[in-house]
């Protein structure tokens, strides 16, 4: 099992950028899918970016251009910077570990966009 801390959420107003950070445990990090996922209030939690340990990234349609994923797996870390904030980017976003149905989950950090 691998443990996931994230951290970088907050208040931030519309056309803002923020980055957000995933430390992981273990030392099979380097090797397995990581993503981030959201969940806004009364839905659903749904895919933002996945990254591969080769580097290989995809991203949710409505993220595309404005966030970028990236990993540094010599220090077990894995970032999403999020730029051109909208207020539907608003939610608490999470860190996976291994795939969304069987993977590990950090506790999540609140992004909130709003003037």
């Known amino acids: 099992q691998v443990q996931l801390v994230e951290s970088g959420g907050g208040l931030v107003q519309p056309g803002g950028s923020l980055r957000l950070s995933c430390a992981a445990s273990?030392?099979?990090?380097?090797?397995?899918?990581m993503g981030w996922y959201r969940q806004a209030p009364g839905k659903q939690r749904e895919l933002v970016a996945t990254?591969?340990?080769?580097?290989?990234?995809i991203y949710a349609d409505f993220v595309k251009g404005r966030f970028a994923i990236s990993r540094d797996n010599s220090k077990n870390t894995m970032f999403l910077q999020m730029n051109s904030l909208k207020p539907e980017d608003t939610a608490v976003y999470y860190c996976?570990?291994?795939?969304?149905?069987?993977?590990?989950w950090g506790q999540g950090t609140q992004v909130t966009v709003s003037s």
């Open positions: 273990g030392s099979i990090f380097g090797t397995g899918i």
């Open positions: 996976n570990f291994g795939g969304a149905k069987f993977g590990d």
């Open positions: 990254i591969r340990s080769g580097g290989v990234t």
